[in-house]
């Protein structure tokens, strides 16, 4: 009897392991998809940075999304002050991909990542000599 629970615990668990592996891999599939969508988006806020000198409008910027057949574009934010000379670009992200621009958002509730976000995308790098 220990022997066939034994056989079925092992089953169980290459099952459980095979699900997770299948899931991570979805999970990778969809944020690459996203990252390459979010690297074309951010080229095109920093551009508009540098062409008008302030953050796109919320209107240019759901343009964008559309021009780069972006999946799920409620899921992509542009949060910019008033004046739109700061501003945050989020997208969304569910591993933590260490190449990927920004940082990771975990919720509050459930520690897990739902997107990434770069803080002031537009702004140039200092160069330290």
Avoid at 8 to 36: C, G, H, P, T
Avoid at 95 to 124: D, T
């Amino acid at each position: 009897m220990t022997k066939k629970w034994n056989s079925i615990i092992k089953i169980v668990i290459l099952l459980i392991v095979l699900m997770m592996v299948v899931s991570l891999r979805s999970l990778y599939q969809r944020d690459s998809v996203n990252l390459e969508k979010a690297r074309l988006v951010l080229k095109e806020i920093q551009k508009t940075c540098e062409s008008e000198g302030i953050y796109p409008s919320e209107p240019q910027f759901r343009e964008v999304l559309k021009m780069k057949a972006v999946n799920d574009p409620s899921e992509w934010f542009l949060f910019t002050s008033e004046n739109r000379q700061k501003g945050s670009f989020q997208y969304p992200m569910n591993l933590p991909i260490l190449w990927a621009p920004g940082k990771a958002k975990i919720s509050e509730f459930i520690p897990m990542i739902y997107a990434f976000i770069v803080v002031n995308p537009c702004e140039k790098k200092k160069v330290t000599k």
